[in-house]
């Protein structure tokens, strides 16, 4: 059973950079994850992926110049790293991932979340 | 962008009632359509891909239908858990997801 394990809570100012991370388990399949933002009452944005096997990514067009995904596959671990944050970044991150076997290419797996509040 | 968007944005029902659900695409997205289940403080849970195929352990009142730019989701009678908000979402291009609608208890 894949499960996929964010990093704790961040509270960032105007500016700074954040960093969120998300270890999986389970995988027994090469494997994308993608990142999905959701802000207070908003609808979910997705942000992009990467591919844990060569490291590919794919940023949308409104964040690219701010993001970026980096993999550690020794640690089965991803991260996502947003800067020159902005009020309207705060949100709830959320690592999730496609089952290749079963819905083919929508989000199956989903993290927990991690909260990321940008204020002064 | 392919912009969806979902109607009502809050449903007022009781358990037992069936419960439909629209969502509407700006431009067509085929077949490539997800609905996905929300309840407070947790992560999205796929219901629905493809527009009509149920995600694993998906009890059999979720239905999906539509193609192109119109698409619906179905509760066939709804139980307690069914409460919570759901959001359409779509892969054609880059990956979208619609507004949501509230099913909540009347």
């Known amino acids: 059973q894949v499960q996929l394990v964010q990093s704790g809570a961040e509270v960032k100012k105007p500016g700074a950079s954040v960093r969120v991370s998300c270890t999986a388990s389970g995988y027994t399949f090469a494997y994308t994850i993608h990142w999905v933002r959701q802000a207070p009452g908003q609808r979910l944005e997705w942000m992009g992926w990467?591919?844990?096997?060569?490291?590919?990514?794919k940023y949308s067009g409104d964040l690219q110049d701010r993001v970026t995904f980096a993999t550690d596959t020794y640690a089965n671990t991803v991260s996502m790293k947003l800067s020159s944050l902005r009020s309207e970044d705060t949100a709830v991150y959320y690592c999730t991932g496609p089952d290749p076997i079963a819905s083919g290419n929508y989000f199956d797996f989903w993290g927990q979340g991690s909260l990321v509040i940008v204020s002064s | 962008e392919i912009v969806l968007t979902q109607s009502p944005v809050t449903l007022s029902l009781s358990p037992g009632e069936r419960a439909t659900l629209s969502c509407r695409a700006s431009q067509s997205v085929g077949s490539q359509l997800a609905w996905y289940q929300q309840k407070p403080g947790l992560a999205p849970r796929l219901l629905i891909y493809d527009v009509s195929n149920r995600a694993t352990d998906i009890p059999a009142r979720f239905s999906g239908s539509g193609s192109g730019t119109d698409f619906t989701l179905t509760i066939s009678s709804l139980e307690p858990e069914d409460f919570a908000v759901y959001y359409c979402?779509?892969?054609?291009?880059?990956?979208?997801f619609g507004g949501g609608t509230k099913v909540e208890i009347k």
């Open positions: 979402q779509q892969r054609s291009i880059w990956p979208t």
């Open positions: 990467i591919n844990v096997g060569n490291g590919k990514t």
